[in-house]
């Protein structure tokens, strides 16, 4: 049942989940997140996971920086 199910059943590998790096450049996260339907991105330096990227503010960022 839904009630003993756990994260690890529920959750796809990390191995398995596209991903960038903090050095990818935000207009290719964009269209990687664009290809996959993703929503958000594990940002990865090497095997250990450095943050998370929205995409509401992935494009909150380039709206920004295109107005300056």
């Not at 690890?8 to 290809?35: F, G, H, I, K, W």
Request: proline share 7%; no cysteine; glycine share 2%.
């Amino acid at each position: 049942s839904w009630v003993d199910t756990t994260v690890a059943q529920a959750m796809r590998p990390l191995r398995q989940v596209p991903s960038v790096s903090p050095d990818t450049p935000a207009a290719e996260a964009l269209e990687l997140m664009a290809r996959e339907d993703a929503t958000t991105l594990p940002v990865l330096a090497g095997d250990r996971v450095e943050g998370l990227l929205a995409r509401a503010r992935l494009v909150e960022a380039l709206v920004a920086r295109r107005l300056l």
